[in-house]
């Protein structure tokens, strides 16, 4: 298992961590300093992938701008890269405001239902280069954003099947198993796994 330092400032800050497991693969995490980015970084570093981490402190406004302009401006400077290596996966986390009606949540879930939308989009322009794009759309999980939220979160889990608030890691899980591409290992590859937006929500959306 490896051992990570995380030392991230802002949205201009990145760090690259190696791993004695490296692979032939490099992820970029963005949003690292906790919660599910953090969880992430960490599941991907533990798995033998080459990270590289950014950060960014903001208040909630500026916050809900960037979620959709700091994926779109990594894509921009990041795609011709990802597209002449001929293989690779893009995993950006929206949210199960895209798809239910949340008081108090439409400007953020429209912004993420956009990303979603980019994310599609980018699964039919890369394509046919060899590279992969998919939404993860997370229920409530337990996080330090959502800690503000400690009444409301559990009420939200309590409406799916599973009941239960999530943790991070669990998240990290599924986003791991997006960026796994090795064809010829059916029990544990998402090679065919093209544009749709995988739900780790404890069954949310299909109740």
Same mark, same amino acid.
């Given at each position: 298992m490896s051992s990570i330092l995380?030392?991230?400032?802002d949205m201009t800050t990145t760090r690259c961590i190696s791993t004695p497991l490296a692979l032939d693969s490099t992820a970029l995490v963005n949003g690292v300093t906790s919660g599910i980015g953090r969880a992430t970084a960490v599941r991907l570093a533990d798995r033998g992938h080459r990270v590289v981490v950014a950060g960014r402190s903001s208040d909630r406004a500026t916050e809900i701008v960037e979620d959709i302009r700091a994926p779109y401006l990594l894509m921009r400077e990041l795609a011709p890269g990802i597209a002449e290596r001929g293989r690779g996966a893009v995993v950006n986390l929206i949210s199960t405001a895209t798809s239910? %009606?949340?008081?108090?949540?439409?400007?953020?879930? /429209? !912004?993420k239902a956009a990303l979603a939308q980019l994310t599609r989009a980018w699964a039919a322009e890369l394509r046919p280069r060899g590279v992969r794009a998919n939404p993860v759309s997370p229920g409530p999980t337990s996080t330090e954003g959502t800690a503000q939220f400690a009444d409301f979160i559990p009420y939200?889990?309590?409406?799916?099947?599973? %009941?239960?608030?999530?943790?991070?890691?669990?998240? /990290? !899980?599924?986003?791991?198993?997006?960026?796994?591409?090795?064809?010829s290992s059916s029990s544990s590859s998402s090679s065919f796994v093209h544009g749709v937006v995988l739900p780790v929500d404890g069954g949310r959306l299909a109740v």
């Open positions: 995380f030392s991230v400032d239910v %009606g949340m008081p108090g949540l439409g400007l953020y879930g /429209a !912004t939200l889990a309590s409406q799916a099947p599973a %009941g239960r608030v999530a943790a991070p890691e669990e998240i /990290a !899980t599924a986003i791991n198993f997006l960026v796994s591409n090795d064809a």
